[in-house]
Each structure stands twice: as C-alpha cells, then as structure tokens.
C-alpha cells in the first residue's frame, strides 16, 4: 500500500495567494483528517470527512480555509488568500471506521508563506 | 473542550536508563494512541490503547491506559540512542470516527 499520499510536499508563496493542498487517502478508508502542526500551537485538527461528508470544521481557523473531497480517493484544502502565519506543516491522515483503527498520517506539506 | 497534557516536555536521558511520560487528559474517553515523530518528518503510530488497564508493549516501548485515571504512560526501558524523538499522545472521544486531540508532545533525547 502507498500510503496517504499528500502534494507538494513544499511549497512557498507570498502573501494574499492562493495555496491547494492535496490528500490522497489510503485505499478503503472512508474516514479523512487535516491537521495543520506549529511550534506555537502543536498539532492541530482542522476538519474531518466520513464517507466524504464533512463532519466537523470547527478547528477551520478562518473563513479563508475550506476543505473538499469530492471522492473517496482525493481532498484538497484551500487556502485563500495566505498569510504568513498560515505558515506551518499541514498534515493529511486517513483510517478505517471504527475504534480500533488508528490514523495514518502522510508525509505533510510545509507551507512558507511570506 | 478536551486537554491532554503531557510531561515532560523535553526530557534528555542516558542510554541504557528508563524513563515514563505521562499524558493525562481532561474528558472521558476510553481511547489512546501513542505517536512518535521524527525530525522532519510525519508522525508514526505506536500504540492503540482501547480500555481501562490496556498495556500493550513493542521492544523498549510500553504503554498502559487508566481511564478512571484519565492517565496514559509510555515506559521506556533501557533506552537507545535510536529511541530519540518526540512522542505524542492523542485522545479521541467519540466513537473512534472524529479527529485526534493531541498533546504538546515530549521530546526526548537519548544520549550515548
């Protein structure tokens, strides 16, 4: 299995542009997890998806995030417009349903915004 | 709002002590994990603690859960340089579908 797969692995850009981040879930997961991970704030969970449906986005920090899956094989999150201290790792997870199955986590996308 | 706190921080140990960190945790839950990270790098699962008194072990690594407590450790048992990292714990509480809760995270460092 390849794992959660998450594109660019990097990635720069200045203030007030647009930055998608992509999440490719393990196959046969049906449960999906941004996270975003700073040294001021730690790990951070941002919104979840069942099934592809939306769950909790509580932890979105700002109307200028939004997060889709349009199936069960891809998500992306959005950012628009970044700012600096958007800067961060931004982490994709994805599990089976059920208590006994742990997250899996991809590698991460460090975003620099400056 | 859930907390999950761990101790310490950062702990610095000489190969071969043993060590435990603690992660206590502010709303019933009767599910734990254990991850570590490396520098740069994603996070690894290491434990799944499911009910009151699990203990599950890997190598040098051992990990219990109290849920009376709300109390999780990982005991490092003569510890390896390769043992360096930082060790998270996370708490979810509802049904093992929703997000992690994590803790701040100890990082240890294993000295020759």
């Known amino acids: 299995d390849a794992g959660v797969i998450q594109s660019p692995r990097h990635e720069v850009t200045e203030m007030g542009q647009e930055v998608t981040l992509r999440c490719k879930p393990i196959?046969?997961?049906?449960?999906l997890f941004w996270y975003r991970q700073t040294m001021m704030r730690g790990l951070e969970l941002l919104i979840y998806f069942n099934n592809n449906v939306p769950i909790d986005d509580s932890g979105m920090p700002e109307d200028r995030f939004s997060a889709k899956m349009p199936n069960a094989s891809f998500s992306t999150l959005k950012i628009q417009p970044s700012e600096p201290r958007d800067s961060a790792v931004y982490f994709c997870?994805?599990?089976?349903?059920?208590?006994?199955?742990?997250?899996?986590f991809g590698p991460g996308t460090r975003l620099t915004v400056t | 709002e859930l907390k999950v706190e761990q101790n310490p921080l950062f702990l610095s140990m000489q190969e071969g002590k043993n060590y435990t960190i603690y992660c206590n945790y502010s709303?019933?839950?009767?599910?734990l994990y254990w991850y570590r990270q490396d520098p740069g790098k994603s996070l690894e699962s290491l434990f799944v603690l499911l009910s009151n008194g699990a203990v599950k072990q890997e190598g040098r690594l051992m990990a219990s859960l109290d849920t009376k407590a709300r109390l999780s450790t990982l005991h490092i048992t003569a510890a390896v340089h390769d043992l360096s990292a930082t060790y998270f714990c996370a708490v979810d509480i509802r049904g093992g579908a929703d997000g992690l809760t994590f803790g701040k995270g100890t990082h240890l460092i294993i000295q020759p």
């Open positions: 709303t019933t839950s009767d599910r």
């Open positions: 196959s046969g997961h049906n449960s």
């Open positions: 997870a994805s599990k089976r349903t059920g208590k006994s199955y742990e997250q899996y």
